[in-house]
């Protein structure tokens, strides 16, 4: 079992329909839950992070914590082209140390 | 502000050679983190640095790396010498003291041939 996993994808959703990215994590201590965005060919960039159980809104991006089911998500909301890109569950045990990486969903906003 | 630096951005180097990749981390960002995708997997973590020491290093693949960070500022990571499985990008990220993620460098693509 992987310690993180998300579906890769690729995950279509029509513009303006609410896009939902899932991940689960096998480590309990974990701590601190981050979702990274990645286009291609570029370095992944922070858009979320979370710490506590339920939801954190930021913008059309709510993150979703569920500790008890080790599972965390990513909904955006209003889904715009410029969305499309690889979606990173990331998962440490604190804010400072080591991250441990899904391997990304891919997901694609068709117009 | 200015970002995480890294270069090169690519390396194409022959196995048995050495390369060094460099990382300069955003200004007064004490934590400074290596990490590698080898195509088709996850990233995965090399090493942590606070400052000039070494905090994590658990996920240095073998004595063929090195990383170092002298004074605290920027760090480099040598690969001496490369081998085929060394090909992947390498990232370097950074973070203040407050818990709130990293941000990363472009990466250095690295081909080993």
């Known amino acids: 079992q992987k310690e993180v996993e998300q579906n890769s994808g690729p995950l279509s959703v029509p513009e303006g329909a609410i896009a939902s990215l899932n991940c689960t994590y096998s480590d309990r201590v974990s701590q601190s839950f981050f979702w990274y965005r990645q286009y291609s060919g570029k370095s992944p960039e922070l858009i979320m992070s979370i710490y506590s159980n339920g939801d954190k809104e930021d913008g059309r991006f709510t993150a979703q914590l569920n500790k008890a089911s080790q599972y965390v998500s990513l909904l955006i909301r209003d889904s715009q082209p410029s969305d499309s890109a690889t979606y990173l569950c990331?998962?440490?045990?604190?804010?400072?140390?080591?991250?441990?990486f899904g391997t990304g969903t891919r997901l694609t906003i068709i117009p | 502000e200015a970002g995480v630096t890294q270069f090169p951005s690519h390396s194409v180097i022959e196995k048995g050679q050495t390369v060094t990749l460099r990382c300069d981390p955003i200004s007064g960002h004490d934590n400074l983190y290596w990490y590698r995708r080898v195509m088709g997997k996850e990233i995965k973590f090399l090493l942590h640095f606070v400052k000039e020491s070494k905090q994590d290093e658990s996920g240095m693949p073998n004595n063929r790396f090195l990383a170092e960070r002298t004074g605290g500022t920027y760090s480099t990571l040598k690969v001496q010498p490369a081998e085929l499985e060394d090909s992947g990008v390498y990232f370097c990220?950074?973070?203040?003291?407050?818990?709130?993620?990293?941000?990363f460098g472009s990466g250095t693509r690295l081909t080993v041939v």
């Open positions: 990331a998962v440490g045990h604190f804010g400072n140390e080591k991250l441990t």
């Open positions: 990220a950074s973070s203040q003291d407050n818990g709130d993620g990293y941000t």
